[in-house]
């Protein structure tokens, strides 16, 4: 690990995005906001599996600081093109950043999605994980849309 012990703590936010194209045998079941599989409503459970994905980083990732956060938000929408945008906003106030937790969000909520789709098809990719926007620490970061 890095050693963080002569950082200040700064406020730190970022915002990461998973895109998934859908195929139309999934969006067929698009409605009201949100995708019904057998298993239930999707884009409800990957909002809570994101969260929770971005709440264990530390765990998964070798070398990442563990961090508690201030707030993570997951937001889910269907773009223009049918694809299905998902955005993990974390937040904390410490020595490191939090990028890796936004990105681990939005790729948790991502595989959730698809687990809870492939009965309706397999022919669903999830792509462009990347960040999206940093803020606090040594350097800011933007991405444009």
Same mark, same amino acid.
């Given at each position: ?9 700064? =406020?730190?936010?970022? &915002?990461?995005?998973? @895109? $998934?194209?859908?195929? +139309? !045998? ?50 889910? =929408?269907?773009?223009? &093109?049918?694809?299905? @945008? $998902?955005?993990?906003? +974390? !937040? ?54």
């Amino acid at each position: 690990m890095v050693d963080v012990a002569a950082k200040p703590a700064t =406020h730190r936010r970022a &915002r990461a995005r998973a @895109v $998934i194209v859908m195929p +139309a !045998a999934v969006m067929r079941h698009f409605e009201n906001g949100d995708i019904q599989s057998k298993k239930g409503s999707v884009f409800q459970t990957a909002v809570i599996a994101g969260i929770m994905g971005a709440k264990k980083t530390g765990e998964l990732i070798p070398l990442c600081h563990p961090l508690g956060l201030d707030n993570c938000d997951v937001r889910i =929408h269907v773009n223009d &093109r049918q694809e299905v @945008v $998902i955005d993990c906003i +974390a !937040a904390i106030t410490a020595k490191t950043g939090i990028e890796m937790e936004a990105l681990t969000g939005a790729t948790v909520a991502a595989l959730t999605i698809y687990d809870m789709c492939k009965a309706m098809s397999h022919d669903i990719v999830i792509k462009d994980i990347m960040l999206m926007e940093k803020t606090g620490g040594k350097s800011d970061f933007s991405r444009a849309e």
